[in-house]
């Protein structure tokens, strides 16, 4: 059993910076891939970025060049970096754990073990 909570989110301007980490407890987790996806009011939640268990690393084009997906799996945390942070990616994060050994997914599906989600207001 996983259980993974989110944290570092809050409230910045425009064009600032955020890292979030995603830790977690239980089972080791550096066999899988490992997803944020994000959720707006009103809107499904979206696919962000992943990294794969072989640290192979895949994003969103919205958040490609600014955001970046990195792990440490001595910690068991996953992070996302985000740098130069836009009104729109207003959002709760989440992270998820994908599949284990295999491609990465962007399909919000292949991921289970949510955590709580961390919110993330960008102000204009």
């Known amino acids: 059993q996983v259980q993974l909570v989110e944290s570092g989110g809050g409230l910045v301007q425009a064009g600032g910076s955020l890292r979030l980490s995603c830790a977690a407890s239980?089972?080791?987790?550096?066999?899988?891939?490992m997803g944020w996806f994000r959720q707006a009011p009103g809107k499904e939640r979206e696919f962000v970025a992943a990294?794969?268990?072989?640290?192979?690393?895949s994003y969103s084009d919205s958040v490609k060049g600014r955001f970046t997906i990195s792990r440490d799996n001595t910690k068991k945390t996953v992070y996302l970096q985000m740098n130069s942070l836009k009104p729109e990616d207003t959002a709760v994060y989440y992270c998820?754990?994908?599949?284990?050994?295999?491609?990465?997914?962007?399909?919000?599906?292949?991921?289970?073990?949510w955590g709580q989600g961390t919110q993330v207001t960008v102000s204009s």
């Open positions: 239980g089972r080791t987790l550096s066999t899988y891939n």
């Open positions: 998820g754990r994908g599949g284990r050994y295999n491609r990465i997914s962007t399909m919000r599906d292949e991921y289970d073990a």
């Open positions: 990294i794969g268990w072989s640290l192979s690393t």
